[in-house]
């Protein structure tokens, strides 16, 4: 008899991918319908995504009230509203392996995405949009990137990227930054490594499309605070896009193209006894989880694995080894912060909350809900405004302290959650705290410029 329920942890089987069964779209949709059937049972996740509503209103108002009554044609709705944030797998549903249900929601909805993509059935503005190596071509070119950036704040601009390229006018957009991150970054100042118990004591820096080519300010902020702790640092030598926009694609051999440019180099550093450490979730949950999934007979890939590190699980395993300076001059305040879903599937606990809690005179109001911004899914003109529906109770959270207080600045490791948040705040009437990355929050608590 199946138990009620799955009270160890939740494992993750290899992904197949290169099964010639995995784009069986017959096959596909019986999985669907055997998961969906659960779901409906049970409705732990409603409250998630898109995703789930939808598929329960397909349930609920169809001609049985059972998924039986629901065309199959009409799970490709449910499947458009994933994007791939994985907290109903690792946070939620009670029958994920070793549970004998078997469920993986998540890497169900990506095999149809894969399929759907197989068949030639995404667009080419949407891959344009996953293609963040190509926007950022334009990154660190005088004049070139105030003109663009300028011209993007324009409503006819924005029309017509509406139009062409499926954005949404009312969505918020990065800019370009004027210097990259990798051609701009000085040297370390320290050369002595220290290891400890717990943490290597040299990091390589995966920069990351967002942090190369629209923000360096926080990967700025990032070395300062390495260089404030006397810890070596070096920028890798050569990197491509993490994979993780073609991933929520279903892009899967583009993702075994990024790869194939990523791993060798990383794998080098992983061997030379580097903390490899992204400063955007997603991009280390790619090489800590999705890339070996992919591969896992891959050697190099689960050496990068092991040796990957999101900040500040470095920072805070360094100061269990006694090797971090905890003296904040700087006091900051209120600060509503927002736990970005692809950190929290990192399993890695509430780090970066930790180290803001350790500086005086601060408050720190912590958010575990998903912004809603996911990525490409929250700029999208058929899916920004229900990006801001899916944020608006984190929005309302995040505008008071428990104390009743105002928050003086909000903040997200996922940058790009950070301002849909911002914008949420804007659109809700919600105030104008300051926006501040939780790199950026921690540089100035050390009161470094």
């Not at 409906?40 to 409250?47: W, Y």
Request: net charge neutral; proline share 6%; glycine share 8%.
């Amino acid at each position: 008899m199946a138990r009620e329920g799955n009270l160890e942890a939740p494992t993750r089987h290899p992904l197949d991918w290169q099964n010639p069964d995995f784009y069986n779209e017959a096959s596909c949709l019986t999985e669907m319908e055997r998961i969906f059937d659960i779901c409906h049972g049970c409705r732990r996740c409603v409250s998630l995504c898109g995703s789930f509503p939808t598929l329960f209103d397909l349930v609920d108002e169809g001609k049985t009230g059972e998924l039986d009554g629901v065309d199959k044609k009409d799970y490709w709705k449910v499947v458009d509203q994933c994007f791939m944030c994985d907290l109903c797998y690792m946070t939620k549903c009670p029958y994920t392996p070793p549970h004998e249900w078997n469920l993986d929601f998540p890497h169900t909805m990506l095999r149809a995405k894969a399929i759907k993509f197989k068949k030639g059935e995404v667009g080419q503005a949407e891959q344009f949009l996953a293609s963040t190596d190509k926007h950022g071509s334009l990154a660190g070119i005088p004049v070139v990137v105030q003109v663009a950036n300028a011209v993007n704040k324009t409503q006819v601009a924005r029309g017509i990227m509406e139009n062409v390229l499926g954005v949404d006018k009312d969505a918020w957009l990065p800019e370009l930054a004027t210097k990259k991150f990798r051609s701009s970054a000085p040297a370390a100042q320290s050369t002595q490594v220290v290891d400890g118990e717990k943490t290597p004591g040299k990091v390589a820096i995966f920069s990351t499309c967002y942090i190369n080519y629209n923000e360096p300010g926080i990967g700025h902020d990032l070395l300062k605070i390495l260089d404030h702790n006397a810890i070596p640092y070096v920028i890798v030598d050569k990197e491509k896009c993490c994979g993780m926009p073609k991933l929520e694609l279903g892009d899967l051999e583009a993702v075994k193209d990024s790869k194939e440019a990523n791993i060798p180099v990383l794998a080098r550093y992983a061997r030379d006894g580097y903390a490899i450490m992204a400063a955007v979730p997603s991009c280390a949950l790619m090489f800590k989880q999705e890339i070996p999934l992919m591969f896992p007979g891959c050697a190099d890939t689960q050496l990068v694995q092991q040796a990957m590190w999101d900040p500040f699980e470095y920072f805070m395993a360094r100061k269990r080894d006694g090797l971090l300076k905890t003296e904040f001059p700087q006091q900051l305040g209120n600060i509503s912060y927002q736990i970005p879903c692809h950190g929290r599937v990192q399993n890695i606990g509430k780090k970066t909350e930790e180290m803001l809690k350790m500086i005086p005179g601060t408050e720190v109001n912590t958010i575990e809900r998903c912004s809603g911004h996911a990525g490409t899914y929250g700029v999208k003109k058929g899916s920004h405004q229900m990006a801001m529906k899916i944020g608006k109770p984190v929005f309302k959270a995040m505008a008071t302290m428990k104390s009743g207080a105002k928050p003086d600045f909000i903040s997200s490791d996922c940058p790009l959650g950070g301002h849909h948040i911002a914008q949420g705040f804007e659109v809700n009437g919600l105030g104008a705290p300051e926006l501040n990355h939780p790199l950026t929050l921690v540089r100035k608590a050390y009161g470094l410029k």
